[in-house]
């Protein structure tokens, strides 16, 4: 899913992708060209509002950009060239800035052993062309706050990049400890967030391999950081997989990237931990939790798991203080389910809505 405002916010369920403006109270369904390909898979979605939206599809022989300027009326597709990923793809992601200003990253297949790096390509025409920005970046899943300035997650999530070239080139960056007194916090980063920014002032939170989570806060652009430790232990990620194959179950994970960490402004984040939603409204410095009416354990993104290739999300997404939505996982007789919730106060009481058609999970992956 995808919150883009007040009440408005795109769905993929298993038979495609839905868009609400009216908070899931009525759903038109968009088929963008790759939708009637039975071999096709959605491996990204970007939508600016309701009407201008970016879909990253895989089909048999290549992998196309579909966009759409009327939400989903009628759709434009570009091929991006098949000589970049000799080999085939792994996932890809999609973000756009504005109505122009896009990127796709594309992981193509690895050999085993091998660190998984992106093919980056940009966009200033709103998908119509896009160009080789880096055909060997360390960045996997980036999120850009300006035309030249960008910042990107490494294989497994645990390692923060900056571009300022517009994913020419890419910067590792190093995050402090938290300093002081405090919970313990040791071990290498196992997952990151990606930083949302106001203007200069941006956080992201950082969860270890021991101990608990930290925010990480910036005034500067990200230049500098600062870590303060949260009250609660971060979610735990998915298992990385050595090899094609391998990798053990994980029923009450979210993968690497899906962290349900919700900025709504400078001050105000929320974070699902442990069955609890935990809320600050001073930037970090204290922080209060509820129970919610649920029993579900994890927020988490289920579907790249059971068979579509979509990439890190934000499962915990708000359009105001009390109007948010989560996506929860459970188990059911035919095994990981996803399920969308909605909340109207602010996340002590969440209703399950029911998809716009078909049942979850999706399969028929052709992965």
Do not use: K
């Not at 040791?186 to 203007?199: D, I």
């Not at 997404?317 to 399920?339: E, I, K, M, N």
Request: hydrophobic share 35%; net charge negative.
């Amino acid at each position: 899913m995808g919150v883009v405002g007040p009440g408005q916010l795109w769905v993929l369920d298993g038979d495609g992708l839905f868009l609400s403006g009216n908070g899931g109270g009525r759903w038109e369904r968009v088929a963008p060209p790759s939708a009637g390909d039975p071999l096709a898979d959605y491996m990204a979605i970007d939508f600016l509002g309701l009407r201008h939206g970016w879909v990253v599809a895989s089909r048999e022989n290549s992998l196309q950009v579909d966009r759409t300027a009327d939400g989903g009326s009628t759709w434009q597709s570009v091929s991006l060239p098949a000589s970049l990923f000799p080999s085939g793809w792994n996932s890809a992601e999609v973000s756009f800035i504005d109505r122009s200003d896009g990127w796709v990253l594309v992981q193509p297949y690895t050999p085993t052993g091998q660190p998984q790096r992106s093919v980056v390509l940009s966009s200033t025409d709103g998908g119509a062309h896009w160009a080789v920005a880096d055909r060997n970046a360390p960045a996997i899943d980036a999120a850009f706050s300006s035309p030249a300035v960008g910042w990107g997650l490494g294989a497994g999530g645990g390692s923060l990049y900056r571009t300022t070239d517009g994913g020419v080139s890419w910067e590792p960056v190093t995050l402090p400890r938290p300093s002081g007194g405090g919970a313990s916090v040791s071990g290498r980063w196992s997952s990151l967030t990606l930083p949302v920014f106001a203007g200069q002032d941006g956080v992201l939170l950082a969860v270890p391999s021991a101990g608990n989570a930290v925010t990480e806060r910036t005034t500067d652009g990200g230049r500098t950081w600062s870590g303060q430790t949260a009250p609660f232990a971060g979610e735990p990620a998915y298992p990385q997989l050595a090899s094609p194959g391998e990798g053990s179950a994980c029923a009450d994970c979210v993968a690497a990237g899906d962290e349900p960490f919700a900025v709504l402004s400078r001050v105000l984040w929320r974070y699902w931990a442990g069955g609890r939603l935990y809320t600050t409204t001073d930037a970090g410095r204290s922080w209060s939790s509820v129970q919610p009416n649920l029993s579900f354990a994890s927020l988490g993104t289920t579907l790249g798991r059971v068979g579509v290739d979509i990439g890190p999300s934000d499962p915990l997404q708000y359009s105001s203080p009390l109007a948010g939505w989560a996506l929860a996982s459970t188990q059911a007789a035919s095994g990981q389910r996803s399920v969308l919730l909605v909340t109207s106060d602010g996340g002590t009481t969440f209703t399950a809505v029911s998809p716009p058609r078909g049942p979850l999970p999706i399969s028929g992956s052709s992965g």
